[in-house]
């Protein structure tokens, strides 16, 4: 059984940062794509950020600069460091793990809150 457990979400204040961490199970870690999608109240979920099995980057031009993603194939994990954070990064932050459309896994989300 596959699964995906995000941690690390909570209430931040502006300018502040977090690490939030992705534990898979269930699959060959190393050779999926991995990926951060947020989804704030009201709209779609939208990409953040992913890393290929090769580490290969790619980050949503709203939040380069400020959110780093890695991984660790020894610890099936994907983190997502994340600094500066706004309140328009508030939203439940999705982990997902892609190898083919029918190898396409999605975590719970955590919450990630940015407020004074």
């Known amino acids: 059984q596959v699964q995906l457990v995000e941690s690390g979400g909570g209430l931040v204040q502006p300018g502040g940062s977090l690490s939030l961490s992705c534990a898979a199970n269930?699959?060959?870690?190393?050779?999926?794509?991995m990926r951060w999608y947020r989804q704030a109240p009201g709209k779609q979920r939208e990409f953040v950020a992913s890393i290929t099995a090769l580490s290969t980057i790619n980050v949503v031009d709203s939040v380069k600069g400020r959110f780093t993603i890695s991984r660790d194939n020894a610890k099936n994990t994907v983190y997502l460091q994340m600094i500066s954070l706004a309140p328009q990064d508030t939203a439940v932050y999705y982990c997902?793990?892609?190898?083919?459309?029918?190898?396409?896994?999605w975590g719970e989300g955590t919450q990630v809150t940015v407020s004074s």
């Open positions: 269930g699959i060959p870690f190393s050779i999926y794509v």
């Open positions: 997902n793990a892609y190898f083919s459309p029918n190898q396409n896994y």
